[in-house]
């Protein structure tokens, strides 16, 4: 079980239109365990997000020091770092499955699944035993130890029992999910041995991972690894592990490469201890999940346990549900608040496309439509400031600029974005004759209004960022006023709320505490084998002199990285491959950064890997490839703004007020142009001709320059009048007299 909310229960009044719409969706493979081990369960998760939370505040620290009782430095990099890692792939094992749960909730476990599983706890057992009497007794394998020291009882037997452990789970058929797999609670504990082993030798470790590693080091990195990607085949599918996998045979098969993929090769000991660093997985991916994700996945979590999620989303349906093609144009404004607090596209899209998806659909938007309309909205989220899904924060740590300046530079692109989703969804109803829902089902706009004080917890985050306070500080402040404003509210977080959101968000971070480690592999082999510096060689050869050229295929390497990774962790994986060439070729580099930013996190509605698309055809009903081609088409902006931005650097606040206010209001009418062109309607339908017209109509605004922009109004204006039957055909080839 979990730690349910208390307080107060739903209002009195008749239920709002988005009522349940901040319950914790359950994965396919999720377990929901009840009696004591589900309260055990709970109980970590609180831990675990609690331990995040007082180290990133230094809370142990104070209390530590009032007392006057010895400290641990729990913020030490590694240590912090291990603890992240180790205790989300325990969690992650114990409670989500191997394979999702069937109709059949009586499957046993098979005898050739128990075969493989005794052997697997016994070695796993004694590498956990053997490694914790080295620290109770300090006999540890330092620097200069022989050999074989613990070999056969810590590193071959850690090794042999995970992998043994993986493939039991392999095998397994998951029956009840109120029952844990025995498989599972062995990879946890594996998972838990791997971060004692590397803790315990860290400053060892520090020294000699990179020139003469010890066999154990090379073991435990192996099984650590192994742990990293079937926890991230069980949360976040196929598509990262198989990259990662590439990536790993790229280090063994290098000598036998071409050009610039060509290197020396690596000792599997020195290239396994390598990546289990802070070079790897360690490193800036896991540094960025175990802060900046983590806080405001708690910060989500609050909103989510104190109903403010829910008020935003009845907001968005008071405001805008009545309008022609109402829960479309909701699920723009709502699930693209929400997706800037959670962070994840597909997240978002099964959160509150559970809620949209149907009403789009009941006043006649089709499936396919509906779903394409979630997933546009729900990934633009993570392009909204100030929060922009923490993409912010991570930006600002990797490059070093002030995050208020990131902020800044992000409002005109996002509003060009979500001003042609609004486009698009308009004119779709305006072509289908589309209604809103009818006043009688939607909350009341006043009522509503008179409760805006529930936007204090991000008034507040916002308001201690540009004060000058740390984004952990903010972060912390947001999180405890969104239980604060929830006293004035029927929602009431108490001690079990409270405790009740710390467990969520331990739940929801798993997946991304899982993917950013994969991506830390892939971090560390480019740090490596120097890849990403010939990447950049490569790329600026093959480009020239031509940023254009080299933004090109820069947009392509970022969607393919990004497939199937939740955004943070491809951002931070595109950012290590692409962005130094760019910087290098003279961009700028919030410019650079920026672009990579934005085609990272479309590729979540990029077909053929679109995975915040196929979430919504799942709840559509749609044919998932179809969902995600409509998709792109209706987040198109997106993929044409970076370029916009390159080209017109006015459209990221960089220039004079008159330049920043022309190009926002051209690429406005661009992108409106770029709308009619992708429905096919402007004052009637469009044939096939007039959309081509239309659409390089909004290519000439949306460059930003006087000619170009009176060349595309011109042809509006030359539409709109043939539309209205003023001029004919000839009129408009020839020209009028």
């Not at 307080?7 to 009044?13: H, I, K, L, V």
């Not at 394979?99 to 009586?106: C, I, K, L, V, Y």
């Not at 004060?467 to 509210?489: D, E, F, H, P, Q």
């Not at 950012?575 to 950064?593: C, F, K, N």
Request: with cysteine; net charge positive.
């Amino acid at each position: 079980m979990t730690l349910a909310q208390s307080g107060a229960g739903a209002p009195a009044s008749e239920p709002l239109i988005a009522k349940g719409v901040d319950e914790e969706v359950l994965a396919g493979n999720q377990r929901v365990l009840t009696g004591r081990l589900g309260l055990a369960i709970a109980t970590f998760c609180v831990i675990y997000t609690v331990f995040h939370i007082a180290a990133m505040n230094g809370v142990h620290d104070r209390i530590t020091d009032l007392l006057g009782i010895p400290s641990i430095d729990l913020t030490e990099p590694w240590r912090y770092r291990l603890i992240h890692v180790a205790g989300g792939l325990a969690l992650g094992f114990l409670i989500h499955a191997s394979r999702s749960f069937s109709a059949d909730q009586t499957a046993p476990e098979g005898m050739g699944q128990w075969l493989l599983t005794g052997p697997a706890a016994l070695l796993v057992a004694l590498a956990f035993g053997q490694i914790w009497l080295g620290v109770a007794t300090g006999d540890l394998v330092v620097t200069g130890s022989p050999p074989a020291k613990m070999v056969a009882t810590f590193g071959w037997p850690l090794a042999a029992g995970t992998a043994l452990a993986i493939v039991a789970a392999w095998m397994e058929k998951p029956g009840a999910r109120g029952r844990l797999a025995a498989v599972d609670v062995v990879l946890a504990v594996a998972a838990v041995t791997v971060g004692t082993y590397i803790i315990a030798h860290a400053e060892f470790l520090r020294v000699r991972a990179q020139v003469f590693p010890h066999p154990n080091d090379m073991w435990a990195s192996i099984a650590g690894i192994a742990l990293i990607l079937e926890l991230t085949r069980r949360l976040a599918g196929l598509a990262l592990v198989v990259i990662v996998a590439v990536f790993i045979a790229y280090a063994f098969v290098g000598p036998w490469l071409p050009g610039v993929l060509a290197h020396r090769g690596y000792d599997p000991a020195r290239f396994f201890a390598f990546i289990y660093t802070d070079n790897g997985i360690l490193g800036p991916t896991t540094a960025i999940s175990s802060t900046y994700i983590i806080l405001f996945v708690a910060f989500a979590a609050f909103l989510q346990a104190s109903k403010v999620g829910e008020y935003f989303v009845n907001f968005a349906f008071a405001a805008a549900g009545g309008a022609r093609g109402g829960p479309a144009k909701v699920a723009v404004f709502g699930s693209g608040l929400m997706g800037m607090i959670n962070g994840t596209s597909a997240g978002n899209v099964v959160a509150t496309g559970s809620l949209t998806i149907p009403l789009m659909k009941k006043v006649g938007y089709r499936p396919q439509t509906a779903a394409a309309v979630e997933a546009a909205a729900s990934s633009g989220g993570q392009i909204m400031p100030p929060i922009m899904g923490a993409g912010a924060f991570i930006m600002a740590e990797i490059t070093a600029i002030p995050y208020a300046e990131i902020v800044i530079a992000a409002i005109i692109p996002a509003l060009i974005y979500f001003a042609c989703v609004y486009f698009v969804v308009d004119l779709e109803a305006v072509k289908r004759n589309m209604r809103g829902l009818p006043r009688s089902e939607l909350p009341e706009f006043g009522k509503l209004a008179r409760q805006a004080f529930l936007f204090i917890p991000i008034v507040i985050l916002i308001g201690a960022l540009f004060a000058g306070y740390s984004v952990i500080r903010a972060g912390t402040l947001a999180m405890a006023a969104a239980a604060v404003v929830s006293w004035l509210t029927p929602y009431r977080m108490g001690p079990r709320a409270i405790l009740y959101a710390f467990e969520l968000a331990a739940r929801m971070s798993l997946q991304l505490v899982a993917v950013c480690a994969a991506a830390g592999v892939i971090v560390g082999v480019i740090a490596l084998t120097g890849v990403g510096t010939r990447f950049a060689s490569l790329l600026l050869s093959v480009a020239g002199e031509n940023q254009f050229v080299a933004l090109f295929f820069s947009m392509l390497v970022a969607i393919i990285l990004g497939m199937g990774m939740p955004t943070t962790a491809a951002y931070a994986v595109a950012a290590s491959v692409i962005a130094p060439g760019l910087v290098r070729m003279g961009i700028e580099p919030l410019v650079a950064h920026f672009f990579i930013f934005y085609f990272a996190v479309m590729s979540a509605i990029t077909p053929p890997v679109a995975l915040a698309a196929y979430a919504g055809s799942a709840i559509a009903g749609s044919d998932p490839m179809r969902t995600s081609v409509e998709s792109f088409k209706i987040g198109l902006a997106a993929f044409i703004v970076p370029f916009m931005f390159f080209a017109s650097p006015a459209l990221i606040m960089q220039g004079e007020w008159y330049e920043i206010l022309h190009s926002t209001a051209t690429a406005l009418g661009g992108v409106f142009l770029l709308a009619c062109a992708i429905v096919g309607w402007f004052q009637g339908p469009l044939n096939i001709v007039f959309r081509l017209v239309m659409a390089l109509a909004a290519m000439a605004m949306i460059k930003s320059g006087l000619l170009t922009d009176a060349i595309g109004l011109a042809v509006a204006v030359g539409v709109w009048l043939f539309q209205k039957r003023v001029v004919t055909a000839r009129d408009l080839a020839r020209g009028r007299d």
